[in-house]
Every structure is written in C-alpha cells, then in structure tokens.
T-cell receptor
Framework: GQNIDQPTEMTATEGAIVQINCTYQ??????LFWYQQHAGEAPTFLSYNVLDGLEEKGRFSSFLSRSKGYSYLLLKELQMKDSASYLC??????????FGAGTQVVVTP | GAGVSQTPSNKVTEKGKYVELRCDPISGHTALYWYRQSLGQGPEFLIYFQGTGAADDSGLPNDRFFAVRPEGSVSTLKIQRTERGDSAVYLC?????????????FGEGSRLTVL
C-alpha cells in the first residue's frame, strides 16, 4: 500500500514563497506528481519528478528525494490566483496515481 | 472534444436508486481512469481502463460499483443501490497511453448526492 502525507493548510502573503512538503511510503514507484485544484474544479497537472533533484517550471519548482521518500513543491512570487489545493501523488508504472489529501494554500493580500 | 467531458455535472438521487455517470475522454487517449473525491480529501482511485478492458479495478469499493468502456472511448460508471456514503465528486481522467510518465487530464467531475 501507499501512505502519502502533506500538511492540511498553509497561509502566505502575496509575493512571498511557500514550500509544500510531501512524504510518501510506497510499494511501487514510477514518479511523483503535483496537481493544483481550485475549489469546485478539476485537478490540473503542475509537475512530475521521477529522478532525484529539482525541476523548475516558471514560478513553480518541484523536488524529489527517492531515498527519503520526500518531495516538495515550491511556489514563488505568490499571486492571489495561487490560492488552491495542491495535491501530491505517487504514480505507478501504468499511470495509476495515489493522491495525498491535499494542502490548501491561502494567499493573503 | 477539447477536454474530458463528464455528465451529468450534478446528480441528486435517493438511497437505493441506480445511477450512471458518463465520461467522454480526450480523443485518442487509450487510458481512462475513474476517481472519487470527498470534501477535503484527495481523489481516490477506483478503476483504470486500457482500451476496452479494465486493467485494474482494485479501487472499486464493493460490487455495487461497476464500470464499462465497450468501444474503448466513452466510459460509464454504474452504481447500484446507492447509499448516502456514495455521495462524492466522481472524477474521470484520461491519458495518452497510461505509460505512467505523463499527466492525467481530468474532467470537471460529476457531483453525486444521495439523500
């Protein structure tokens, strides 16, 4: 089975940086995914890490350490529209994703 | 279509009734997934189709739940004898090959409320 842990909620100010940590224990691993989900909307893909290290994509970066079962999503230059739930998910070889409960990020003015 | 389409967007039914939820994936996507999401939780895997066959149905909670994809495109999730605990948003997602390295494209979901 798999256990995926991430904080329930984080609050940060517009323009600041927030780091969302995710730890996982899994019996099969083929990548770590981050999805963004605004209230009442579908999850949308943000990033994918399969090798250790940092992947940078604009204001968002994602890091993976497979030996530690650890990932983080870094959101820089926060904007109000970044207020959403951020879902950490572990993928298996054929694309099945196991999701964490999500971290609600609240961006304040 | 341009994206994953799910109907109905909202369904209210009474306990014990039968419900069908439909998913129309992105054209050409061979892999299709059903997830269920309760308030404040992440999506929970239900079933995965590769083409017409259910490659993994280990997430279906019990035998009241069944899904089909007869022609390898549109899929229908069927719930018999609905219970209040079945209330959730049912999300459908598709991907190009189910290769595990790419993103899943999710639909907006079907919100099921069982009274």
């Amino acid at each position: 089975g798999q256990n995926i842990d991430q904080p329930t909620e984080m609050t940060a100010t517009e323009g600041a940086i927030v780091q969302i940590n995710c730890t996982y224990q899994t019996s099969g691993f083929n990548g770590l995914f981050w999805y963004q989900q605004h209230a009442g909307e579908a999850p949308t893909f943000l990033s994918y890490n399969v090798l250790d290290g940092l992947e940078e994509k604009g204001r968002f970066s994602s890091f993976l350490s497979r030996s530690k079962g650890y990932s983080y999503l870094l959101l820089k230059e926060l904007q109000m529209k970044d207020s959403a739930s951020y879902l950490c998910a572990v993928g298996n070889s054929w694309g099945k994703l196991q999701f964490g409960a999500g971290t609600q990020v609240v961006v304040t003015p | 279509g341009a994206g994953v389409s799910q109907t109905p967007s909202n369904k209210v039914t009474e306990k014990g009734k039968y419900v069908e939820l439909r998913c129309d994936p992105i054209s050409g996507h061979t892999a299709l997934y059903w997830y269920r999401q309760s308030l404040g939780q992440g999506p929970e895997f239900l079933i995965y189709f590769q083409g017409t066959g259910a490659a993994d149905d280990s997430g279906l909670p019990n035998d009241r739940f069944f899904a089909v994809r007869p022609e390898g495109s549109v899929s229908t999730l069927k719930i018999q004898r609905t219970e209040r605990g079945d209330s959730a948003v049912y999300l459908c997602a598709s991907s190009l090959e189910g290769a595990g390295t790419g993103e899943l494209f999710f639909g907006e979901g079907s919100r099921l409320t069982v009274l």
